[in-house]
């Protein structure tokens, strides 16, 4: 029974490049959440997603940010040209319904270095 | 505004009893969550509140007031494998996304 799986565990990409993070939730989770945290900082909400909607972005950054949650494969974070400050470890959370109780799992996040 | 604060970070010896506080202001309330993470790896949950009072879940509990936006996450018999951050997220009404505080750090020493 496989939690949430996130890969790659650590990512390396060269200023203007893209990086691709992937997420796929726990067997019969629906709904996804993306967060980034920076050293010394706590968990940033950055967007949640059902499949195929997004449901609320309020977190994602207008500009070189996106995310899909298609109807078939993982969750997928996108974030094209990357700069220096986007280096930081994102977490995907997942959840079985809106509003459970019982929290989040997380996956083991991707740790992103731009260089 | 939007708004979790928790100590930043906390020393306890092994066997002793810690408490870690959290307020928070928030718009809206449904619900406040505490998370350890221990360095590198994904949080994971530990509890949940949503009514006031006290939660005990084996050697930890969690204690929450709505009217004092006041939430404490206590933990007993610390061992060293409790030396880690400790997470205090607020879901808001209406949202179902999880606002979080910067975490607390704890050492436990021998």
């Known amino acids: 029974n496989a939690g949430v799986m996130q890969n790659p565990r650590h990512l390396v990409r060269r200023r203007g490049q893209e990086a691709r993070l992937r997420c796929s939730p726990m067997?019969?989770?629906?709904?996804v959440y993306w967060y980034r945290q920076l050293p010394e900082e706590g968990l940033k909400f950055m967007v949640y997603l059902q499949k195929e909607n997004i449901i609320d972005e309020s977190g994602m950054p207008k500009e070189r940010f996106s995310a899909e949650f298609p109807k078939e494969g993982p969750s997928i974070l996108r974030i094209q040209q990357v700069v220096r400050g986007d280096s930081a470890a994102y977490f995907c959370?997942?959840?079985?319904?809106?509003?459970?109780?019982?929290?989040?799992?997380f996956g083991s996040g991707t740790r992103l270095t731009v260089v | 505004g939007q708004n979790i604060d928790q100590p930043t970070e906390m020393t306890a010896t092994e066997g002793a009893i810690v408490q870690i506080n959290c307020t928070y202001q928030?718009?809206?309330?449904?619900?406040l969550f505490w998370y350890q993470q221990h360095a590198g790896e994904a949080p994971t949950f530990l509890s949940y509140?949503?009514?006031?009072g006290l939660e005990e879940k084996g050697r930890f509990s969690s204690f929450l007031s709505r009217s004092k936006g006041y939430s404490y996450l206590l933990l007993k018999e610390l061992q060293m494998k409790d030396s880690a951050s400790y997470l205090c997220a607020v879901r808001d009404s209406g949202r179902t996304a999880l606002i979080f505080g910067k975490g607390t750090t704890l050492s436990v020493s021998s």
């Open positions: 959370a997942s959840s079985r319904e809106q509003g459970g109780g019982y929290g989040y799992t």
């Open positions: 509140n949503v009514l006031d």
């Open positions: 928030t718009s809206g309330f449904n619900g």
């Open positions: 067997k019969g989770h629906s709904h």
